[in-house]
């Protein structure tokens, strides 16, 4: 199902309206009318961006990113991608791992201590890859990430590798495992490895941004909260990025993601089936198994900043798209659907709720 099928989606993410007379995407979806949709949902702005056979194809921009001063939301405008920079740290991971210099199915309890765990028989048994896959038993947070001194034990919520469990604690433990395996910050990793790819993103604070603003549900500003930096990388959570870069990512995840070909397959390999439909997890990325091919998905959920990313690697077309208000997630289905082919699983899955 690819948009190879109709053109250049500039003709279908366009701020003007589509004639009756134009193609509509493949599979018989109707074009969407996105600045329609973000009124319905209470999105003040969006930036969405398309990759068509493993190349940028559009990139288009939406609404404001602070409804108070209406500035606009263009090229410059940075989002918090929230759990998007798990599926850059899963790169990176994955990378080491096809150099040798990690080893997936080798636990972390054999050459590096953590010592917010205390049951040392279950840490025994984490490894890199049961990480990354969501099976560490660990809860997904513990503490409040960016701030130090909540940081406590973290106690398992299920022995490792029993079922799945979404957890960024999880992540930050591997994060710390890389850090000391390589001598290097996530920081520095990613600007070594991925600094050329998306130019315009780092993973901690960053000064000079042209950052958007995020809204509650209603789109205004009463309970909303502008970007927060974090003083450092964190894996499971810090990415501040816009639609190119990101898109511009999947477009170098889709040509091989710095690594063989073997180290790629078995990170998109569906390793971990979790309690929705059709949906299991890879390593890093979510999977949804229905359909003539897989679409392999993530999505960030920083409150009033979500956003969501999502591929298909049989057409080699993918989405991902970033929203500054708390409904933002309603919009998966009429934004990826045209591009990746239907997602409903993952909307059930994820069950932020449709558009009323």
Known sequence: MSIRTIGTLAAIFSLTACNAGEQAPPGGTSAPDIPSLMTAANVPGLAIATIDDCELSDVSYYG??????????????????????????SV???????????????????????????????????????????????PNWASDPLD??????????????????????????????????TGKSLDDLFEQRLGDVMPKTSLSA?????????HDQDGTKEKGRAVKPSPRAGAAYSVLTNAEDYARFLTHLCEGGGMSEAARSEMLRPQSPTDGDDISWALGW??????????YFHWGDNEQFKAFAAFNTSSRDGV??????????????????????????????????RID
């Not at 090229?75 to 798990?86: H, Q, R």
């Open 286 to 295: 979510g999977v949804q198994t229905s359909g003539d091919a897989p679409v």
């Open 64 to 89: 404001v990113a602070d409804v108070e001063t209406g500035e606009a939301v263009d090229p410059d405008t940075i989002f918090e991608g929230a759990s998007l920079t798990k599926t850059i740290f």
């Open 320 to 353: 991902v798209y970033f929203a500054n208000a708390m409904n933002g997630l309603k919009l998966i289905e009429p934004l990826a659907e045209p591009v990746v082919g239907d997602v409903t699983p993952i909307a059930n899955w994820l069950d932020y709720g």
């Open 92 to 138: 990176i991971v994955n990378q080491l791992v096809d150099e040798g210099v990690i080893d997936l199915d080798e636990p972390l309890a054999a050459s590096f201590d953590y010592p917010r765990v205390t049951d040392r028989q279950a840490y025994a048994k984490l490894t890199p890859r049961i990480i990354l896959e969501h099976r560490s038993g660990f």
């Open 206 to 214: 960053s000064g000079s941004a042209a950052f958007a603003f995020g």
């Open 148 to 181: 130090q001194e909540t940081w406590g034990e973290i106690a398992f919520k299920n022995p490792p590798d029993t079922k799945f469990g979404y957890s960024g604690e999880a992540y930050q433990l591997l994060q710390a495992f890389v850090e000391a395996k």
